[in-house]
């Protein structure tokens, strides 16, 4: 599975747009790009996660690049409860299931 | 949607004994569950993946006899540390992939229990 780079942490205000960005540049047509957040002492949350084709849900936008060499997800508008880490974890469709976690990017909302 | 719980949230014991941590799948069957452990300021680690009615599968570096896997049926994922030591404090957390309606693609997304915190002293 691809490896993907993160920024360590970022900042946010409450209330603005969250971007955080992933970059996956040896990703391969297979693989889908999945984003997960951990608050603290609790597992690990599932978000939202795509091939191609950007994606929304309730939590989150995905937009991925043309050549799917990165991604954005992107928190419409941040609460103080979106302060997490969050993880950008690549993944082939022939993988059995099984996600190999980076060191993430540590998000933290301030009021 | 698909909701995995482990049980206990947390236990302390003492070196040299043994510790079970449960993990259950509520509303869906998993055929196969993942098994991570996460060290402070750390990220989740990979130790094993639990398959049901066979053996688990370890990540390198992972000791099969220390960790005993059992997944005897479609819910439910026990780990065992064995003759706990001080250094196998950690977090422990399962997960497990809701088949839906593919069960044999792999890109539904994995759910996580809320993890074990172990404490051995």
């Known amino acids: 599975d691809a490896k993907t780079t993160q920024p360590t942490s970022m900042d946010c205000a409450e209330g603005r747009a969250a971007n955080l960005p992933c970059n996956h540049s040896t990703i391969s047509g297979n693989e889908y790009v999945y984003w997960y957040r951990q608050i603290h002492s609790q597992g690990p949350q599932y978000i939202i996660h795509?091939?191609?084709n950007n994606e929304t849900n309730e939590m989150a936008s995905l937009i991925i690049t043309e050549d799917r060499k990165s991604s954005t997800l992107i928190l419409p508008h941040a609460t103080l409860r979106d302060t997490a880490v969050y993880y950008c974890?690549?993944?082939?469709?022939?993988?059995?299931?099984?996600?190999?976690f980076g060191q993430g990017t540590t998000l933290q909302v301030k009021p | 949607g698909a909701v995995v719980s482990q049980h206990p949230s947390w236990v302390i014991c003492k070196s040299g004994t043994s510790v079970k941590i449960e993990c259950r799948s509520l509303d869906f069957q998993a055929t196969t569950m993942f098994w991570y452990r996460q060290f402070p300021k750390q990220s989740l680690m990979l130790m094993a993946t639990s398959n049901e009615g066979s053996k688990a599968t370890y990540e390198q570096g992972v000791e099969k006899d220390k960790f005993l896997i059992n997944h005897a049926s479609l819910t439910l994922s026990t780990l065992t540390v064995t003759s706990a030591h001080p250094e196998d404090s950690s977090f422990y957390i399962c997960s497990a992939r809701d088949p839906g309606l593919s069960p044999t693609s792999y890109n539904s997304p994995l759910h996580f229990g809320n993890g074990t915190r172990l404490t051995v002293t």
């Open positions: 795509g091939l191609k």
């Open positions: 974890i690549v993944k082939s469709s022939s993988n059995t299931g099984k996600l190999i």
